[in-house]
């Protein structure tokens, strides 16, 4: 059987249909929506011969058996955000699912080939993301929060999951899946605007961003709006103000892609009589190089110590979160390069904002990559999220060629 990409379409249409209404994809992680995309899945692979397990964290894994033991991984996740588009998450696995037909048909693999929809990478209900790709990687931690996290109805995670045959204590356990695992292949629609921008139909994802996330609370002095001469303010946002403004400067001159939000101000007093006291000022920095990022940060702190003297203010600095860039593997961005350009004619490199399953998995120490189709208007987590047929069915052909030079150079 040859590949058919266009049977990928028409089975996300119908997933859509199965799993949608008027307000987008409704498979929002532990809900029976869900488990109807799952049993969906279950019988769309069934006739490919691949065995079906889910593992201690309720990630449903498809198995192709091979001539070795190692294995090939080819993921994505079912689980949409509620009122989600129709293709983030699911886009991957049923392109996974043709790969595996192609791949069954030419008789058994040189390693085994695995299919996996991790579970509940969106995090919706509950608030945690990635949970079954960091169960699997061993990366999770967070088991103690977990137990306390409910939905919306106070239903708690350990309760819903329970649902769903999948006991929290025990998903750590998925960790086995991991081994001998050789490479780990991932397709996503960017959910960006840069493809689409540069009228490029596919991508290779080179990493994920590093985030540092900071909170600069500046102190100066509240004081009577018509009482107090200019020159003699102590001005809180004064200090805000300037260093929003910067960040776009400092992001610039680092460049290869920094980015840098200022994403909130709060102010107090607040009231419109009053200079303003204190300004505790959000602050986002993103890189792909994990010294540039370092840079970033100590780029908008010495400029907040300048602001400071220049307002006679004081700022505190504060780290509220932060994560190392994961860089994917060069090899396999090198494949996925060549694949796209004998299916797309032009490749593209570039980072991935969001973080995915395969930040997981890389960081658990599996060459990975990531392929990225274009998104139009940029758009995901809404049922507006889309992308060109013609883009997608070169998705299919691009993964497929990747799983093939991968499975070629492993064996
Ligand atoms: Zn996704």
Redesign the pocket.
Known sequence: MPLEPSRTVAELEELRALTGDDNGAQRVAWTSTWETARSWLRDRVQPTGAVETIDAAGNQWFTLRGQSERTLLIGG?MDSVPNGGWL??CLNVVAGVEVLRRIAENGTPPLAVRLVSWAD??GARFGRSLFGSSAAAGSMRDQDELRKLSDRDGISLPDAMRDHGVELDRAIEARAELEGAAAYLEL?IEQGPVLEGLDLPLGVVLGTFGVERSRFTWHGQAAHAGSTPMDARRDALAGAAKLALVIRDIARDVGDGAVCTSGGVVCRPGIVTSVVETAEQLLDQRHLDATKLARLLSLAREAADRFAEEENLTVDWERIWSIEPILFDPQLIELADEAIREVAGQSQRLPSGPL?DAAEVSRAGVPTVMLFVQSLRGLSHTRLEDTKREHLELAVHALDRLASKTLAQLS
Do not use: I, L, S
Request: glycine share 14%; net charge negative; proline share 0%.
């Open positions: 996740h983030d998450g990478e969106e996503h995915h």
